[in-house]
C-alpha cells in the first residue's frame, strides 16, 4: 500500500469517492491475500473495474477542471489546448483517453501507454457478461487475469503520479481530499 497526494482534484466530492472505491479496493485486495490462486483470479474482475472506474473519474476530474476552472486554469496545459477541449463534448471514457492521447497529457506519445488505457477502459466494459463487442477473451476467467489486474493496477498508478506531477494544484489552497491510499504494492518509484 502507497499513497498519492490527491491535491490535482477539482471536485471535492469526486475526490471523495474515489477514496470510497479505494477503500473497497483495499478490502478486496485484503481478500485477495488470503485466498488461493483460483480465487484470487475471481477477484481480478471486481477489482480491474473499481480501478478503471477511477481511472475515468481522474481524467473526467481533469477535463471537468480545464472546461470549467478558467480563472485558475490548469498548470501545465496550454491556453490553445483548454480552448479546444472546453469547444468539445468531451464526458466518456473513451473520449476523455482520445483527448488525453491528442494532447498527449501523460507525456507517453513514445510508448504505448494510451493503448494500454483504452485496454483497460474496454477490459472495465466487460463488466456486462454478454461481451456484445467481443473485447478479449469469452470466458471471463480468461479475461481478468491477475497480469490484466497488473496492467490496471499500473495504469491508475501512472495516471494519479503523472496528474500530481504536472496537473496540481497549490496543497496550501486545494487540498481537500483526503490522499489517495493504493491497495498494492508500488510499481513506479522515484528512483525509476
Known sequence: MFTIQSHFMGSFKLGDNINHNLRILTLLYQ???QVGIGEKQVLCKPIVVFIASICEAVLADLHMRIRLYTLEGVKNVALDVMDHI???KIDEFGKYIASARKHDFFDAGDT???????RLRKLRNRIHIQNDKRHFEPDEHNAFTLSRQEL??????????TMLAKYSR???RYACVADF????????????
Open 31 to 33: 481478500f485477495q491475500s
Open 86 to 88: 472546453r469547444s468539445k
Open 112 to 118: 504505448s501507454f494510451y493503448e494500454a488505457l483504452d
Open 152 to 161: 490496471a493496477e499500473r495504469v491508475l498508478e501512472k495516471v494519479m503520479k
Open 170 to 172: 497549490d496543497r496550501e
Open 181 to 192: 491510499q493504493l491497495p498494492w504494492d508500488e510499481h513506479f518509484t522515484e528512483t525509476q
